[in-house]
């Protein structure tokens, strides 16, 4: 994410944005468009993945097919590198010059 929010800052993605996608500002307007898109990759990242025909259809209402295909992969290439750097204990590079708070962690994963 720290490389995302720095970018995302320099393109005038607000800090409020960013710490509403990292689900720390619930006060935070978000467009229809953003709003699927971020449970969309709470879907897509989710064990077992669960993206319902319903929510798939709304999906399809806001987004072509094309934009749905680069949003899918985009979301799973970012969970992989999660899953990656994460148990590896990889830390930010500290890119991102907007100051955010940052999510809490969990000392262990959630029993199954």
Not at 3 to 23: C, F, N, Q, R, S
Not at 31 to 43: F, K, P, Q
Not at 62 to 74: A, P, Y
């Amino acid at each position: 994410m720290d490389m995302h929010a720095a970018v995302g800052g320099k393109e005038g993605l607000t800090p409020d944005k960013i710490e509403a996608a990292l689900g720390l500002n619930e006060s935070c307007e978000l467009s229809e468009r953003e709003r699927l898109v971020l449970e969309y990759t709470d879907r897509v990242c989710a064990t077992p993945v669960d993206v319902p025909d319903e929510f798939f259809a709304q999906l399809s209402s806001h987004f072509s097919e094309r934009e749905i295909v680069e949003l899918t992969s985009q979301i799973a290439h970012e969970n992989y590198n999660a899953k990656l750097n994460r148990p590896l204990r990889v830390e930010a590079n500290n890119l991102c010059e907007i100051p955010l708070r940052m999510p809490k962690t969990a000392d262990r994963p959630p029993a199954a």
